[in-house]
T-cell receptor
């Protein structure tokens, strides 16, 4: 069984369109994340949700809007797509004690990524 | 500002020999370090970690060494196997509320049969 699953795996779209990427985890984790891997290969955090509450929001354009309907799901909606949004987007989950930060016994579990290509 | 640096983009070793992957960091607040392994078209998977209270952690063929004074850590794989060929990411985090993992850009390891 896939622990962290995200769909679609590939997404090709034109500039200006709106698209969504879905993520689900069945690990019972309470924290979910979106990471972006750009052309320079760095994995950079975009958002983090703990029990459906936004706890990390890096300097990401407000065209990106995460939504967490429950703690097992974290979707990413992107409005008005731009060429620079082309990247691989990874969803991840972990256990994290919100007030004390990292749970050292629970590293991130990643999905297999969504390759977004904006033309 | 790259807080986690993996300066060598690639490494090629012979099967059976040791692979040494290096990582440097600049943020002295980092106190927990992890290595992730990534195959093509898959997400990164957790490999091994080390807390700043230790200088070595071993798990089977994988050993991570931490040198806090030099802000340097390394991953040793002994013996290397062709299945180890992948991209290896170093990551670091500080403790405290809402801390986050900061990743390096990865090293591509190729193990030749």
């Amino acid at each position: 069984d896939t622990a962290v699953s995200q769909t679609p795996k590939y997404l090709v779209t034109q500039m200006g369109n709106d698209k969504s990427i879905k993520c689900e985890q069945n690990l019972g984790h309470d924290t979910m994340y979106w990471y972006k891997q750009d052309s320079k290969k760095f994995l950079k955090i975009m958002f983090s949700y703990n029990n459906k509450e936004l706890i990390i929001n890096e300097t990401v354009p407000n065209r990106f809007s995460p939504k967490s309907p429950d703690k097992a799901h974290l979707n990413l909606h992107i409005n008005s797509l731009e060429l620079g949004d082309s990247a691989v987007y990874f969803c991840a989950s972990s256990l994290q004690a919100r007030r004390t930060g990292w749970s050292y016994n629970s590293p991130l579990h990643f999905g297999n990524g969504t390759r977004l290509t904006v033309t | 500002d790259q807080q986690v640096k993996q300066n060598s983009p690639s490494l090629s070793v012979q099967e059976g020999r040791i692979s040494i992957l290096n990582c440097d960091y600049t943020n002295s607040m980092f106190d927990y370090f992890l290595w992730y392994k990534k195959y093509p078209a898959e997400g990164p998977t957790f490999l091994i970690s080390i807390s700043s209270i230790k200088d070595k952690n071993e798990d089977g063929r994988f050993t991570v060494f931490l040198n806090k004074s030099a802000k340097h850590l390394s991953l040793h794989i002994v013996p290397s196997q062709p299945g180890d060929s992948a991209v290896y990411f170093c990551a670091a985090s500080s403790s405290g509320a809402n801390s986050k993992l900061t990743f390096g850009k990865g090293i591509t390891l190729s193990v030749r049969p």
